[in-house]
């Protein structure tokens, strides 16, 4: 008797089909065979709205377990936090979402790369807490770029070095 090797899940990011709604994007998600997906809660190129987060990502969460899915991971436009971050992450974990992804920041001409990194790293830190209490570790995606704050690895690494990776 052969034993097959455990398959690994099949999630991916919903930013291409955004426009559909939960149903859509579970039929969707089912018809191609994937196990779940990440969800973009974020304002700009957002699946569900970051204010709606309390009525739309239940939806998203019921139409897809409803087909034996899954919603992952949730994107955010999260980078310190605030009374929206908040009800964002106490939403996503509340409906047992284990991760959450970041926003991202670009770096401008008026402030400095190391004043930026700084800020953000500020953020990142003053954020900490909350998704340990909820169980819920976020991530840094490095965007490429010249002026993506992450691209270079050093930045994440300068941002996060303090901070318990449980929490980022």
């Known amino acids: 008797e052969t034993t097959a090797a455990p398959r690994f899940k099949i999630i991916a990011f919903s930013k291409p089909f955004a426009h ?3 149903d859509e994007t579970a039929d969707l998600v089912a018809e191609v065979g994937w196990d779940g997906i990440e969800c973009p809660v974020r304002t700009k190129a957002g699946q569900i ?24 991971m949730v994107t955010t436009e999260i980078i310190k936090p605030d009374p929206l971050a ?18 991202f920041v670009k770096y401008t001409a008026d ?8 800020e953000v790293g500020g953020g ?3 954020l900490a807490a909350l998704p340990r209490a909820l169980g819920l570790p976020g991530g ?5 770029g010249a002026d993506m704050v992450g691209a270079p690895l050093w930045d994440i690494w300068t941002m996060i070095k303090d901070l318990d990776p449980r929490d980022l």
């Open 20 to 22: 559909l709604g939960p």
């Open 49 to 72: 709205a970051p204010e709606r987060v309390e009525e739309d990502l239940p939806k998203m969460v019921e139409a897809l377990k409803k087909r034996g899915k899954e919603v992952t």
């Open 124 to 126: 990142l830190k003053d």
């Open 140 to 144: 840094w995606q490095n965007h490429s």
């Open 86 to 103: 908040e009800k964002v992450l106490r939403t996503a974990a509340k409906l047992g979402i284990k991760k959450y992804r970041c926003g």
């Open 111 to 118: 402030k400095s790369i190391p004043d930026t990194v700084s």
